[in-house]
């Protein structure tokens, strides 16, 4: 049982450049999420979704895009990076509204 | 609007001192109440919980109470030691209720660093 796992652990891009996060889980559950983490601002939601094919936005969702084809899969995609975009890049799961389980983490750096 | 306020930090202190994170929210309702804690290059984890008034959530020493009449949600422990060194998280869930998803919103997190 791995649990939430994020692909890759480190990227580095160059403004313009597009990427695709991707985030599995093996707990089959509904509730996936992305946020970002940014230096004393907490974690702030970028999209989410409720189940297989369903995505809403969050808090913070303008120039990232996500698809859910399968339960167990959350792609977050970036079309044209920015410097803004820089950040560490989480991706969570639960069943329902519960606890949020939450993956190691995507450290993305734009230049 | 719904929001939290979290201690700001960083916190220091010595092993087997006492730790007390203070944690407000603003709701319009009754939102659910969790502590998340982060481990130096780690994501989250679930450190405890409450859902109603007057729960109280505990895990590995720590403890917190949902305190409706202040809306805060206190993290403390007795005898902190080293490995409790990471970055805590309050966070309400705001919200939720039919069908809506309602909203886990974080504090900005608190470092705590334990010395020996």
């Known amino acids: 049982n791995a649990g939430v796992t994020q692909t890759p652990k480190f990227r580095v891009l160059k403004t313009g450049q597009s990427m695709t996060l991707l985030c599995a889980q093996d707990?089959?559950?509904?509730?996936m999420y992305w946020y970002r983490q940014d230096p004393g601002m907490g974690l702030r939601l970028i999209h989410y979704?409720?189940?297989?094919?369903?995505?809403a936005k969050g808090e913070v969702p303008d120039g990232y895009n996500v698809s859910r084809l399968k339960k167990q899969n959350f792609l977050l995609g970036l079309e044209s990076a920015a410097p803004s975009q820089t950040s560490v890049y989480f991706c969570?799961?639960?069943?329902?509204?519960?606890?949020?389980?939450f993956g190691p983490g995507t450290r993305l750096t734009v230049l | 609007g719904d929001s939290v306020t979290q201690m700001e930090g960083p916190v220091t202190l010595s092993e087997e001192a006492f730790l007390t994170i203070n944690c407000t929210y603003t709701?319009?309702?009754?939102?659910?109440l969790f502590w998340y804690v982060q481990y130096p290059g780690e994501g989250l984890q679930l450190l405890l919980k409450?859902?109603?008034?007057?729960d109280k959530g505990s895990n590995k020493g720590f403890e917190a109470t949902y305190r409706k009449e202040t809306t805060s949600f206190h993290l403390e422990k007795g005898s902190v030691q080293v490995s409790d060194s990471a970055v805590y998280f309050c966070?309400?869930?705001f919200g939720a209720g039919g069908t809506s998803y309602g909203k886990l919103t974080f504090g900005q997190g608190t470092i705590l660093t334990v010395h020996p």
């Open positions: 966070a309400p869930h």
């Open positions: 969570a799961s639960s069943r329902g509204r519960d606890t949020q389980y």
């Open positions: 707990m089959n559950h509904e509730y």
């Open positions: 979704s409720v189940g297989e094919g369903t995505t």
């Open positions: 709701a319009t309702g009754y939102p659910s």
């Open positions: 409450a859902t109603k008034a007057d």
